[in-house]
């Protein structure tokens, strides 16, 4: 495929086919992955690919706690787990929300777990009063690399973290050293309807000239 075209059609995938994801095909997607940017070029990626089902409905309980708060979030008009805003719903709330019982890492090919080694990351944000980010720029590449080498294979997959909030736990089942963070899990499969065109925000909504508040730079075509 084109790369553009990648680009343009790599969409959240949650619903898949039962068609398997060989391993031939995923050591391809993570060959060609692996070629993303890092701070340093130190690659601190590891990957764990998960197959087995009950390891699967492991991460998928381990998921539910930071679930419930979301969805509780969203009932009370808040943006979910910000980190600027705190949470205004009280743990007995949260608690009793019901959490549907589905989830791509169910039906999914294979889950990835993506993790990073925070001990060759440069966080050169983490004395500022803020949530951290920059440790990111180590891994998030690697993960979007993982995305569009599988839509160029013809699978798909999607970003999810809510597994995050419950570390400690999915690092004890998955036997992940305490120097490794959880970056993202990664459900890859066959997608049953793949998505041709997306809509996004034009560039002149997300770009401007010079600063922050300055002239728009672009057009406002947003469709492909």
Request: include cysteine; charged fraction near 25%.
């Amino acid at each position: 495929m084109d790369l553009y075209d990648v680009m343009r059609t790599t969409s959240a995938v949650r619903e898949y086919t039962d068609e398997p994801l060989p391993d031939d095909v995923l050591e391809r997607i993570l060959d060609n992955a692996r070629f993303s940017p890092s701070g340093g070029n130190r690659q601190g990626n590891r990957v764990i690919a998960v197959r087995d089902p009950q390891t699967r409905e492991a991460l998928i309980e381990l998921t539910i706690p930071g679930t419930q708060r979301y969805i509780a979030q969203l009932r009370n008009g808040e943006s979910p787990w910000n980190p600027l805003r705190p949470c205004g719903v009280d743990a007995e709330t949260i608690a009793a929300v019901e959490v549907p019982n589905q989830s791509p890492m169910r039906t999914a090919a294979v889950v990835l777990v993506v993790c990073v080694d925070l001990g060759v990351v440069a966080a050169f944000d983490q004395h500022l009063d803020r949530v951290g980010l920059i440790s990111g720029a180590s891994v998030y590449p690697f993960v979007w690399n993982i995305l569009l080498a599988a839509r160029n294979e013809g699978y798909g997959g999607v970003l999810t973290t809510n597994v995050v909030a419950a570390e400690p736990r999915a690092r004890e089942l998955l036997g992940i050293p305490d120097n490794y963070a959880i970056a993202a899990v990664l459900p890859l499969g066959k997608p049953k309807h793949q998505v041709t065109r997306l809509k996004r925000k034009s560039v002149a909504e997300i770009a401007t000239r010079e600063r922050f508040d300055g002239d728009p730079l672009g057009g406002d075509v947003v469709g492909g």
